[in-house]
């Protein structure tokens, strides 16, 4: 009926050409459905940069004016305190029914798995965002005075800045011993950087861009995405090996 | 022809060369030291020995003999000491890149052992230089800290470092611990040439990179002192914690 398979082998040391895109949709897919079907989390995600957001007035007091200038700065520590959440568990997902072995044995090209989980990571973050941004444009009474897209572009580029070193560390942190201190200990100084720049940028939106300043901010941002991206696609199978 | 200004200036001209030299001997030593393992355990002495020597020579040099600066006074004296230490912390962190890519391409204990220890030093030396940078700023700046781009990028790039040492805790198994601290010791590297440059890429408070050409050259002597009394104590902590993580490793994989 069908003609004979070429044998497949065992062990494929490099995956068929088109194999790594494959593996990365396929991973992410799974990622995304094991996000929806497990809603509480995503929304308990959420929830906590919220409460976040509300702290930081606390912290502040009613002062509004310094509140609606920092507000750029307090988004993206709302979204960095849920990252450190959502990186843990998108690891700690994988560790039960040793399922990352499984992915390993299948074998899927470590390059493909780090893709897939930083493009789910950066979704989630963006997901966070999506919610958290609205919200402190109204806790803090800011406004958007440059066009929207920007402020698209700015959030995206953010969250995948944190996204690409946040899921290799995370892989690291899943494995070692007090995992829940090694993560942000390893994690938030690397970020600073990248963060820097998308809190200016963000907080030149909201302010307007009398200086034109934006576009270097957002270059930067870029830069570090560039940087970690490649970093983490050539050394994320070498964590792999070691897990 | 030869006039007292002369013969100073050129007497001057060969004391400025002297520390050079001297910094070709530790590398020669440094070499021995490598090459030779007969020569451990005595070269290290010898370059403590120099380390010593050379401080006796460069502190009056430094605190009496060396102009003052215009601007500052005598508390410019403190960057014969904050100079060398954060430059060569950073060139510590640059081993420690190299040593994390070798340790990546071809996995040995050395590249790990070598990885472990130039950090810990590089805290040591970036510590005490930031520290001394602080006391230098209180009578300069009137502040010990502000959030100026060189001065955050420094204290960014400490704590991503002790985030480094700390994981390199976290992990017993040996050689899981140096994949993975190779690996961040790499992504750490990212903010390496942020640092230096973070004086030239935004506008900091903080002075530019000098060189000798814009420098006084009593004072440039003084740096190169210092410079090579760094070196060599560098030399002398870097392979001897070298040393000890080797043997840590050792003790680690013959259980009792």
């Known amino acids: 009926m069908s003609e004979a398979q070429p044998p497949v082998p065992l062990s494929a040391s490099s995956p068929p050409p088109g194999g790594i895109l494959r593996a990365t949709l396929a991973i992410l897919g799974k990622d995304l459905l094991l996000e929806w079907r497990t809603r509480a989390r995503l929304n308990a995600l959420v929830l906590f940069s919220l409460a976040t957001l509300l702290l930081f007035s606390f912290a502040l007091g009613p002062d509004t004016a310094a509140l609606r200038r920092s507000a750029g700065g307090y988004v993206w520590l709302a979204i960095l305190f849920a990252s450190v959440l959502s990186l843990g568990e998108s690891f700690r997902v994988e560790a039960e029914n040793m399922s990352l072995e499984g992915l390993r044995l299948l074998p899927v090209d470590g390059r493909a798995l780090f893709l897939g989980k930083a493009i789910g990571n950066t979704l989630v973050l963006c997901a966070v965002s999506l919610v958290s941004l609205p919200v402190a444009i109204g806790l803090f009474d800011a406004e958007v005075t440059l066009d929207a897209g920007r402020l698209v572009l700015v959030m995206l580029a953010g969250c995948a800045g944190v996204a690409a070193p946040g899921t290799v560390y995370a892989a690291i942190a899943a494995n070692a011993k007090a995992r829940d201190v090694l993560l942000p200990l390893l994690l938030f100084p690397i970020l600073i950087p990248s963060l820097l720049a998308s809190v200016k940028a963000t907080a030149l939106i909201f302010q307007g861009d009398a200086m034109g300043e934006l576009s270097s901010w957002l270059s930067l941002s870029c830069a570090f995405d560039v940087l970690y991206w490649g970093l983490g696609y050539f050394l994320f199978p070498r964590i792999l090996e070691e897990n | ?256």
């Open chain 2, 1 to 256: 022809m030869f006039d007292w200004v002369a013969s100073y200036s050129s007497g001057l001209q060969a004391a400025l060369w002297a520390p050079l030299v001297l910094l070709v001997f530790v590398l020669a030593l440094t070499l021995t030291h490598l090459v030779d393992r007969g020569s451990r355990s005595w070269v290290w002495k010898v370059l403590l020995g120099i380390a010593v020597l050379m401080f006796v020579v460069q502190a009056p040099l430094a605190l009496s003999w060396a102009p003052a600066e215009r601007y500052m006074g005598d508390t410019g004296r403190i960057l014969y000491m904050h100079v060398p230490l954060i430059s060569l912390a950073m060139a510590l962190l640059v081993i420690n890149f190299g040593a994390s890519i070798a340790y990546l391409m071809r996995p040995s204990m050395t590249a790990d052992a070598v990885a472990e220890a130039s950090v810990s030093v590089a805290m040591m030396y970036g510590v005490l230089g930031t520290l001394l940078g602080a006391i230098w700023a209180k009578p300069t700046w009137g502040t010990w800290w502000t959030w100026d781009p060189r001065l955050t990028t420094s204290a960014i790039l400490l704590v991503i470092y002790t985030g480094y040492l700390a994981l390199r805790r976290f992990v017993d198994e040996q050689e899981r611990r140096a994949t993975w601290s190779a690996v961040v010791g790499i992504l750490a590297a990212v903010n390496i040439p942020v640092t230096y440059f973070s004086v030239r890429w935004w506008r900091s408070i903080h002075q530019v990179q000098s060189n000798p050409s814009t420098v006084d050259p009593q004072m440039v002597m003084v740096l190169r002192w210092s410079y090579t009394m760094f070196i060599a104590l560098l030399v002398v902590l870097l392979y001897q914690r070298t040393l000890d993580a080797l043997e840590a490793r050792k003790r680690e994989s013959t259980p009792p």
